[in-house]
């Protein structure tokens, strides 16, 4: 392959990466700001079936509020964290031969950055998505969250993919 050849593939992944993470980045924020426009108090419930409500929260901790008590004084700084996790998933979508797995790892940094700037506009992630069965209820999320999970899926296949696809060699077995 020629030097002009390997800079366009590498100029298609770059567009690609970027497309992909601002468009869930973009779909992140819409669903947010309407959320936000609709539900205005956090107490307001909008039943849309009998296991799904839509319920307005805001989390300050990571996943399922997880470390709430240590970053509820300093969002900035988990939104720096989460951030270099971001530019870390980036570069390494941007070296990366896998179409699916480069997908991914687009689709988490927008679910992420989606999550960073509520962090830095608001302080803590808008969610409003609520599961429940009874009354039991799965933690709220939104749809960064969605993204994220997505993306992990789409790691897990190329993974497994990958790892089907290749010799003995290839996938880590050396015995002969």
């Known amino acids: ?96 031969d896998r179409s699916v797995e480069r997908i991914g790892l687009a689709v988490i940094a927008g679910g992420a950055l989606g999550n960073i700037v509520d962090r830095w506009r608001q302080g803590a992630v808008t969610d409003f998505l609520d599961f429940h069965w009874a009354d039991w209820h799965w933690p709220a999320f939104n749809g960064a969250d969605i993204f994220i999970v997505v993306g992990a899926a789409c790691l897990l296949l190329s ?3 990958g790892a089907q696809g290749a010799s003995p060699i290839q996938a880590g077995d050396t015995a002969r």
């Open 159 to 161: 993974g497994i993919g």
């Open 1 to 96: 392959m020629t030097k002009s050849v390997m800079a366009l593939t590498g100029d298609r992944r770059v567009v690609q990466i970027l497309l992909v993470s601002m468009f869930a980045l973009f779909l992140d924020q819409a669903s947010k700001w309407a959320i936000l426009a609709y539900l205005q108090d956090t107490s307001q419930v909008v039943e849309v079936t009998s296991f799904f409500n839509l319920r307005l929260g805001f989390n300050t901790g990571v996943s399922f509020g997880l470390f709430r008590d240590l970053f509820e004084g300093t969002p900035l700084l988990l939104a720096l964290i989460s951030l270099i996790i971001v530019v870390v998933l980036l570069i390494w979508a941007r070296r990366s």
